[in-house]
């Protein structure tokens, strides 16, 4: 099967919301009047993002959720991607499987797939997505105010957990390590909380390296600090069955280490200013979203942990960063 063949069969379907889709040489889309297009990229190599077993069908889900959960954080609704897909060799039983994963989480979202580019060299998968925002209205990492709250979406820490078991670091029981798993490879992408917020959150990202690493992002953009309450942050790690089985310092450790720096979580972190607790709250039931107060912006420049007691916790909690 050559190139074209290969573009023909997985990943060409006729497309409604964008004018042209795969097949000229640009796609062409069509945002509606008072909108701002919001873009973003996120690239996946093997050995580096995934392991080179890892199930094709969840590598598809997981490419293009990254990219969704991007324009998330942005409070921007997905209109259509691209796909730019470096293949050592043309496997079928491979391309149907990731095609497979990718087309079920762009139909999930009514984002089309509308180009790319396709060659063949180590696996690499780069996806760049398209969403759409009202002008003036996409949420940013500039926003924070000081006296304004701090949340999360959803959980924290499970995907590194299953990352350390996976590299053989810790042991696991079977089905702590399978649904752990579940979250490292099949990320949500928190698209309806995103919109959800539009007008609420004076900031907003995506954690995707790791909760501390990526809330400072946010701090310094917005020129504040942070105080965090690391017991909530550290609570909401859903394998809690497998922090309490074992007991003693190791745990609290690992713990702390896999939600406050664990990476590929893709959450949400946002802050909202305290008077708009009740749309927050209302935000995050209309979007099935839980979402979770962990802390309080600050004037001071950096971060404050802080344990139950309100006792400082020592920050050595560093997030994902590619050349550290
Ligand atoms: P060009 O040579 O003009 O860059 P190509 O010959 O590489 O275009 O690709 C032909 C068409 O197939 C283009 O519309 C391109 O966007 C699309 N395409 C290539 N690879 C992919 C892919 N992996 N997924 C979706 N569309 C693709
Ligand atoms: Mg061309």
Same mark, same amino acid.
């Given at each position: 099967?050559?190139?074209?063949?290969?573009?023909?069969?997985?990943?060409?379907?006729?497309?409604?919301?964008?004018?042209?889709?795969?097949?000229?040489?640009?796609?062409?889309?069509?945002?509606?009047?008072?909108?701002?297009?919001?873009?973003?990229?996120?690239?996946?190599?093997?050995?580096?993002?995934?392991?080179?077993? /890892?199930?094709?069908?969840?590598?598809?889900?997981?490419?293009?959720?990254?990219?969704?959960?991007?324009?998330?954080?942005?409070?921007?609704?997905?209109?259509?991607?691209?796909?730019?897909?470096?293949?050592?060799? /043309?496997?079928?039983?491979?391309?149907?499987?990731?095609?497979?994963?990718?087309?079920?989480?762009?139909?999930?979202?009514?984002?089309?797939?509308?180009?790319?580019?396709?060659?063949?060299?180590?696996?690499?998968?780069?996806?760049?997505?398209?969403?759409?925002?009202?002008?003036?209205?996409?949420?940013?990492?500039?926003?924070?105010?000081?006296?304004?709250?701090?949340?999360?979406?959803?959980?924290?820490?499970?995907?590194?957990?299953?990352?350390?078991?996976?590299?053989?670091?810790?042991?696991?029981?079977?089905?702590?390590?399978?649904?752990?798993?579940?979250?490292?490879?099949?990320?949500?992408?928190?698209?309806?909380?995103?919109?959800?917020?539009?007008? /609420?959150?004076?900031?907003?990202?995506?954690?995707?390296?790791?909760?501390?690493?990526?809330?400072?992002?946010?701090?310094?953009?917005?020129?504040?600090?942070?105080?965090?309450?690391?017991?909530?942050?550290?609570?909401?790690?859903?394998?809690?069955?497998?922090?309490?089985?074992?007991?003693?310092?190791?745990?609290?450790?690992?713990?702390?280490?896999?939600?406050?720096?664990?990476?590929?979580?893709?959450?949400?972190?946002?802050?909202?200013?305290?008077?708009?607790?009740?749309?927050?709250?209302?935000?995050?039931?209309?979007?099935?979203?839980?979402?979770?107060?962990?802390?309080?912006?600050?004037?001071?420049?950096?971060?404050?942990?802080?344990?139950?007691?309100?006792?400082?916790?020592?920050?050595?909690?560093?997030?994902?960063?590619?050349?550290?």
């Amino acid at each position: 099967m050559g190139e074209f063949d290969l573009i023909a069969r997985y990943f060409t379907r006729p497309v409604r919301r964008a004018a042209l889709g795969v097949g000229d040489d640009c796609a062409l889309l069509a945002p509606a009047p008072g909108m701002q297009l919001a873009v973003s990229s996120d690239m996946l190599v093997e050995g580096r993002h995934f392991f080179a077993d /890892v199930d094709p069908e969840a590598l598809g889900h997981k490419a293009l959720a990254v990219n969704l959960s991007d324009l998330a954080a942005c409070g921007a609704r997905p209109l259509a991607f691209t796909l730019a897909l470096a293949l050592p060799r /043309v496997d079928e039983t491979w391309l149907a499987g990731f095609s497979r994963g990718l087309w079920a989480l762009a139909d999930e979202h009514g984002c089309e797939l509308v180009g790319g580019d396709t060659t063949q060299g180590p696996l690499n998968i780069c996806i760049t997505v398209f969403g759409e925002v009202p002008t003036g209205q996409a949420l940013l990492r500039s926003g924070a105010r000081p006296g304004d709250d701090i949340y999360v979406s959803g959980t924290l820490g499970d995907a590194r957990l299953a990352l350390e078991a996976l590299l053989g670091h810790i042991t696991l029981p079977g089905d702590v390590l399978a649904r752990a798993r579940q979250r490292l490879e099949r990320p949500t992408p928190r698209v309806a909380l995103g919109l959800a917020l539009r007008g /609420v959150a004076s900031s907003a990202m995506d954690v995707s390296d790791g909760l501390l690493g990526d809330l400072t992002h946010i701090l310094t953009a917005s020129g504040t600090g942070a105080l965090i309450h690391t017991e909530i942050a550290s609570d909401l790690i859903a394998e809690k069955a497998y922090k309490s089985s074992d007991s003693g310092h190791f745990d609290l450790e690992m713990t702390r280490q896999c939600t406050l720096a664990g990476g590929d979580d893709y959450e949400l972190a946002f802050t909202a200013p305290p008077d708009r607790r009740s749309a927050v709250a209302a935000a995050a039931q209309a979007s099935h979203t839980p979402v979770t107060r962990i802390g309080t912006v600050l004037a001071q420049p950096g971060l404050q942990l802080v344990d139950a007691a309100g006792a400082p916790v020592p920050h050595r909690y560093a997030s994902f960063n590619h050349f550290a």
